[in-house]
T-cell receptor, first 114, second 118 residues
């Protein structure tokens, strides 16, 4: 069965600093991987997705993630944090064999200090 | 299209009462999913529909929970004899059959229905 582990439930960075949110996955077959963001009182929104094309994936709002099969990782980065990036970020994995079920990690809350 | 709509946004009920949540997906999406999210956790899969067929249910979905999508459009999630442990945000999401055109099954989420059981 597939699973996702997000390292660090809270991450705090200064405005303008690098953002790095860590995600490791477990899957018996090549997975599809996603990062979603959730702002307060809103539903989850897709940031970016990995679909076995390019290993470096660019998403919205300047975020990107790199798929590393050898490390089973899909870490999310942004070169320069903005106050508006403060939110909760979820890594997710999906297998398109049968269920189309998407499994989410526990989430990482990003705080951005002025 | 206004996206995925959920109603009500907030529900406070007493233990033992029944509650029902409604989800209206994006009209051209044939897949509909229900997730539960508790504080500090990621969304947990509950069930999903392809058109009107309920194809998978999580073990989290006890006998007190039932979901329907009678005409393949909107869906309802009913919780009978609510317990305090049912307090959570119930999220609905939908995705199109043509997911392969975008390369992956991307979910579009509603804002959620928050349940508080007293």
């Amino acid at each position: 069965a597939q699973s996702v582990t997000q390292l660090g439930s809270h991450v705090s960075v200064s405005e303008g600093a690098l953002v790095l949110l860590r995600c490791n996955y477990s899957s018996s077959v090549p997975p599809y991987l996603f990062w979603y963001v959730q702002y307060p009182n809103q539903g989850l929104q897709l940031l970016l997705k990995y679909t076995s094309a390019a290993t470096l994936v660019k998403g919205i709002n300047g975020f990107e993630a790199e798929f590393k099969k050898s490390e089973t990782s899909f870490h999310l980065t942004k070169p320069s944090a903005h106050m508006s990036d403060a939110a909760e970020y979820f890594c997710a994995v999906s297998l398109h064999t049968g269920g189309f079920k998407t499994i989410f990690g526990a989430g990482t809350r990003l705080f951005v200090k002025a | 299209d206004t996206g995925v709509s959920q109603d009500p946004r907030h529900k406070i009920t007493k233990r033992g009462q029944n509650v029902t949540f409604r989800c209206d997906p994006i009209s051209e999406h044939n897949r509909l999913y229900w997730y539960r999210q508790t504080l500090g956790q990621g969304p947990e899969f509950l069930t999903y529909f392809q058109n009107e067929a309920q194809l998978e249910k999580s073990r989290l979905l006890s006998d007190r929970f039932s979901a329907e999508r009678p005409k393949g459009s909107f869906s309802t999630l009913e919780i009978q004899r609510t317990e305090q442990g049912d307090s959570a945000m119930y999220l609905c999401a939908s995705s199109p059959e043509s997911w392969f055109r975008s390369g992956a099954n991307v979910l579009t989420f509603g804002a959620g229905s928050r349940l508080t059981v007293l």
